[in-house]
Structures are given as C-alpha cells and as structure tokens.
C-alpha cells in the first residue's frame, strides 16, 4: 500500500497527503518547503492555482465525489 492518501472532498479541493511529488508539466518540481499535506484546488476559483485557497466556498462549488469502480479503457 503506497504512502500516500488522496482524498477527494465533496464540494471541495483534492487533500494529498503522505510523501509525494508535485510537478508542473515541465516536470519542474514545486517546492513544498517539506509539507507531507496540501490542497489542490478542484473548482478553478482559486488566486493560487494549483493550490487551493477556500475559493470554492465563495464560488458556491458543488460537486458530491463517491468511491467506485473505474473501468479500465481499451487503447
């Protein structure tokens, strides 16, 4: 099992927390000044992109997220 959790929240951002990398797509790592949780912005309100800053709540975002099954896609 990896050492990390993504969690999606309803209404909300995407919390990571755990060890990761975070990297734009350039491949060029943010610097997370050693933070093992963060939030990334879901609803693209946010003033601090790909960060969330609690925009969601202003731009009354709804979006209800629940766990399930992914089909796999044929290529």
């Given at each position: 099992m990896s050492d990390t959790k993504i969690t999606v929240k309803n209404?909300?951002?995407?919390?990571?927390?755990?060890?990761?990398?975070?990297?734009d797509m350039e491949g060029n790592e943010f610097d997370l000044a050693g933070r093992e949780q963060i939030s990334l912005c879901r609803c693209g309100?946010?003033?601090d992109k790909?960060?969330?800053?609690?925009?969601?709540?202003?731009?009354?975002?709804?979006?209800?997220?629940?766990?399930?099954?992914?089909?796999?896609k044929n290529s």
């Open positions: 209404h909300g951002s995407i919390r990571i927390e755990g060890k990761f990398r975070l990297c309100a946010s003033e790909p960060f969330c800053d609690g925009a969601h709540k202003r731009a009354g975002f709804q979006s209800e997220i629940k766990a399930r099954t992914v089909a796999l």
